[in-house]
C-alpha cells in the first residue's frame, strides 16, 4: 500500500511540476536549441569518425568477464584518453545563450533603454528581491537556520536540539511535503540521506536493486563512445577535486549505468531537448531500427559528473546513489544545461543573477562591465554546476538542502549574487577580467547561509 | 459538451494610433480585427479559442442580432482581458487562451460580429497580434437517455427461490468466489510496474553516426 502510495504521489509531484513548468516559446527555443544540438551532434560524430571509434560496440566475452570483475575499481583504469575532448564545456553553452534573441524583441543596433546591460538578452520574467524575500521567507533573520544557528557559539538549546527533533519526528512520520518544508531550514547531517530520499519519494525496493544491476549488464555488454567522455570527464574534474577523489569509482559506476538508462528519456516530456537518435548499421532510415544514442538520451559535458560527486557523501550504496542521482537529475539538473524559459532553467537563472547585481550593487556591475570582465562570465560556470566542486562540501549540501526544499534553483542564482556583493570591495579595484577572476577563484571558505541571509534580508537597499 | 466550430471571415487588423501615422516614430499600441459569420445566421457562441502572439490585453465587442426592428448596437463582453502580466516580459506572450460563454459580461445569443480589441503598451515589441482564432457555437446536444424503469424503480425484494437438490448454498459460493476475486485483485496490485528498458534492437546496438534531423 505504501510503494502505491509513494508512486502515485511521485506521479504527481511529476504532473504537478508539467504544469508549473512554463511555456516553452516555441520560436525562441526550437531555433535557438535546434541549432545547438545540431553542433553537439556534429562534434559526437566527428570524433567518432576522427578517431575510427564506434558509438556503440558490443563487447567480446573476455573483456566482459574482465570488467566485470574490475567493476569496484575502475578507476584503476588508465586508458588512454589524450585524444578524446568534451563535447562542450559550460563556456561554449554560454555562447549560445548570449545570441539567444527574440525576433519580435525590438532589439536596435544602438545602445537604448531596451538593450540590457548584461549578456542575456531575453526578457524573461524574473523575481526581484521583495518577490524573493516572500518565495524564501524560511531564510529570514529571525529564523532559525542550519549552517548559521548550529555553529559552535551558538548554545544547542536554542534551536539546534529542537530542529534535530523535528526532523526526527518527519522521519518517523514517513511525510515528504513535511520533509520538504522541514528542509527549507537545514537538514542535521544525520538525517538528510533519508530526508532528501523521502523528498524525492525513492524508496529502495528489491525491483530498483534488480534493474540497477540489469543496467549493470547492459554496460558490460556493450561499450559506448560516450563512455570515454565520462571517464575523461572524471579523471579531469572528480579526480583533482580534494574533496571527491575518493569516490571516483563509485562515479563510474553511477554514470556508466546511467547512460544506459531508457527511463530518463522520460524527462524529454518536459524538457525543450530532444534525445539524439541514430540508426542500427544498414538500416538507416527504417523506424523499427531507430534507437537513442546514448540510450538514456543524454549527452554528458564538461564537468557533469559533478553532479554525482556530493551525492556520495550520502549514499554509500551503489544502487541507492544510482536512484538518488537520476531523480535529482530528471527534477533539477537538467534544467541547468538546457534552454528553456522555465524560472529554474539557466537562462533565467543567468537573467535573475544579472538583474539581481544591476539593481543592488549598480557601481559594480557597472566597474565591472567597463573593464571588459561581464560578472555572468564568471558566475556562470557556478550556476551550471551548482555550485558543486566550488563550495566546501558540507556548505554545498546545505545549498542542496534548500534546492530541495524550496523546489526551485533559483537560490543558486542568488547566492551567485551574494559572493559577488561580499567581494564588491575588493573586484571594484580590478582592471581586468582575469584579476576578477582570481578574486573569485575560491570560494571553499565561505559560508553560504549567512551569505544568503545577508544578501536577501540584511542589505539596504 | 460538444461544440462546432463557426467558420468566420476575419477582416484586416487595423492599427489606431493618435497622430499622423507616417510621421510619429512609435509603433500603435492599438490594434481592431473585425470577425464576421458570413455564411451563418446569428448563433449562441460558445467559446472563443486563439493563440496569443504577444498581445498584453484583450477587450471584446459583440453586435446583436435583436428581433426587434431596432439596429444592432455593439456591446462590450470583455473589457481589458490580460493575457500578459507583465507586457515587458515574455510571460503569457505565445499561450493559448479559451475564453468561454460564462467569462463575458453580457448574453452571446445571436451573435452577428465581433470586434477584437488588442492593446499593448510595452514598446519593446515589434508585433502583436493573434493567431488561430476559433470560434464555436453549442453543438447539437446529446439525446436525453431515458433509464431502463428496472434500473430506476428497483423490484422489491424476493423471496429466493428454494434450493435445487445438489447444488451448494449460493451464499457460501459467492462468498467463496469473492475471496477469489479479493486474491486477484492483491496479486494484480503488487504487480510493479518498472519497465525493463530494453535500449538496443534485438541484441543489436550496432549504430550509425548520429543522424541530424
Known amino acids: 500500500m505504501l510503494q502505491e502510495e509513494s508512486d502515485l504521489s511521485l506521479i504527481i509531484a511529476h504532473i504537478v511540476q508539467k504544469l508549473k513548468s512554463s511555456n516553452l516559446y516555441a520560436q525562441l527555443e526550437r531555433q535557438a536549441w535546434g541549432s545547438w544540438e545540431k553542433r553537439i551532434l556534429k562534434s559526437l560524430n566527428s570524433m567518432c569518425s576522427e578517431l575510427s571509434i564506434p558509438l556503440a560496440r558490443k563487447r567480446p566475452v573476455g573483456e566482459q568477464k574482465e570488467l566485470l570483475s574490475k567493476w569496484n575499481e575502475m578507476g584503476t583504469d588508465e586508458p588512454d584518453l589524450s585524444l578524446f575532448r568534451p563535447v562542450y564545456a559550460p563556456k561554449d553553452f554560454l555562447e549560445v545563450l548570449i545570441n539567444l534573441r527574440n525576433p519580435n524583441y525590438e532589439n536596435g543596433d544602438s545602445l537604448s533603454f531596451r538593450t540590457h546591460l548584461g549578456l542575456i538578452q531575453v526578457p524573461l520574467k524574473v523575481k526581484d528581491i521583495p518577490e524573493l524575500k516572500e518565495f524564501f521567507v524560511e531564510l529570514s533573520l529571525n529564523t532559525g537556520q542550519l549552517g548559521i544557528d548550529d555553529s559552535t557559539q551558538v548554545p544547542p538549546e536554542l534551536f539546534e536540539n529542537e530542529h534535530v527533533r523535528i526532523g526526527q519526528k518527519v522521519l518517523a512520520e514517513e511525510d515528504s511535503a513535511a520533509a520538504q518544508q522541514y528542509v527549507r531550514q537545514g537538514s542535521p547531517t544525520a538525517l538528510r540521506a533519508e530526508l532528501w530520499a523521502l523528498i524525492l519519494n525513492i524508496s529502495s525496493q528489491p525491483e530498483d536493486a534488480l534493474y540497477y544491476e540489469q543496467l549493470k549488464t547492459n554496460v558490460i555488454q556493450h561499450d559506448l563512445l560516450v563512455d570515454s567522455l565520462i571517464y575523461k570527464d572524471v579523471k579531469l574534474t572528480a579526480s583533482n577535486d580534494d574533496y571527491y577523489f575518493v569516490f571516483e569509482d563509485y562515479l563510474y559506476q553511477v554514470l556508466l549505468c546511467f547512460s544506459r538508462d531508457t527511463s530518463v528519456l522520460g524527462h524529454f516530456a518536459y524538457n525543450s531537448a530532444s534525445p539524439p537518435k541514430s540508426y542500427i548499421r544498414g538500416k538507416l532510415g527504417l523506424e523499427e531500427y531507430a534507437v537513442f544514442y546514448p540510450p538514456n538520451g543524454v549527452i554528458p559535458f564538461h564537468g557533469f559528473s559533478m553532479y554525482v560527486a556530493p551525492l556520495c557523501f550520502l549514499y554509500h550504496e551503489p544502487f541507492k546513489l544510482y536512484q538518488m542521482f537520476r531523480e535529482m537529475y530528471v527534477r533539477f539538473f537538467f534544467r541547468l544545461h538546457s534552454i528553456s524559459s522555465h524560472p529554474s532553467g539557466i537562462v533565467s537563472l543567468c537573467l535573475l543573477f544579472e538583474t539581481l547585481l544591476q539593481t543592488y550593487l549598480p557601481q559594480l556591475f557597472y566597474h565591472l562591465r567597463e573593464i571588459g570582465a561581464q560578472p555572468l562570465r564568471i558566475s556562470f560556470k557556478w550556476m551550471v554546476r551548482a555550485f558543486s566542486g566550488y563550495l566546501a562540501t558540507d556548505q554545498l549540501l546545505l545549498l542542496w538542502d534548500r534546492i530541495l526544499g524550496y523546489n526551485s534553483l533559483e537560490i543558486l542564482a542568488v547566492l551567485a549574487a551574494a559572493v559577488f556583493a561580499f567581494r564588491a570591495v575588493n573586484l571594484m579595484e580590478v582592471t581586468s577580467l582575469a584579476a576578477a577572476e582570481a578574486v573569485l577563484a575560491d570560494l571553499s571558505t565561505l559560508k553560504v547561509m549567512p551569505l544568503l541571509q545577508i544578501f536577501l534580508f540584511a542589505t539596504v537597499t | ?213
Open chain 2, 1 to 213: 459538451m460538444s461544440r462546432v466550430s463557426v467558420p468566420y471571415h476575419m477582416k484586416g487588423t487595423v492599427a489606431l494610433q493618435v497622430g499622423d501615422m507616417r510621421n510619429s516614430q512609435g509603433r500603435p499600441g492599438v490594434q481592431v480585427i473585425d470577425v464576421t459569420f458570413p455564411s451563418t445566421k446569428p448563433f449562441e457562441l460558445q467559446e472563443i479559442m486563439f493563440k496569443n502572439y504577444y498581445t498584453a490585453f484583450l477587450s471584446i465587442r459583440v453586435r446583436q442580432d435583436t428581433s426587434m426592428h431596432t439596429p444592432a448596437k455593439w456591446v462590450t463582453c470583455l473589457r481589458n482581458y490580460c493575457l500578459m502580466p507583465d507586457p515587458h516580459s515574455e510571460e503569457g506572450a505565445q499561450e493559448y487562451v479559451s475564453l468561454f460563454k460564462h467569462q463575458m459580461l453580457c448574453d452571446m445569443a445571436r451573435v452577428l460580429e465581433l470586434r477584437l480589441i488588442l492593446r499593448q503598451p510595452s514598446p519593446l515589441w515589434l508585433s502583436f497580434t493573434v493567431e488561430e482564432l476559433q470560434v464555436y457555437q453549442e453543438g447539437p446536444k446529446s439525446p436525453s437517455m431515458t433509464f431502463p424503469k428496472w434500473l430506476s424503480h428497483p423490484a422489491p425484494c424476493e423471496q429466493p427461490t428454494p434450493l435445487l437438490e445438489g447444488l451448494p448454498d449460493p451464499g457460501r459460493v459467492s462468498s467463496e468466489v469473492q475471496q477469489m476475486w479479493a486474491l486477484t485483485e492483491m496479486i494484480r496490485a503488487s504487480q510493479t510496474s518498472t519497465r525493463i528498458g530494453r535500449f538496443d534492437v534485438d541484441g543489436c546496438y550496432d549504430l550509425n553516426l548520429l543522424s541530424y534531423t
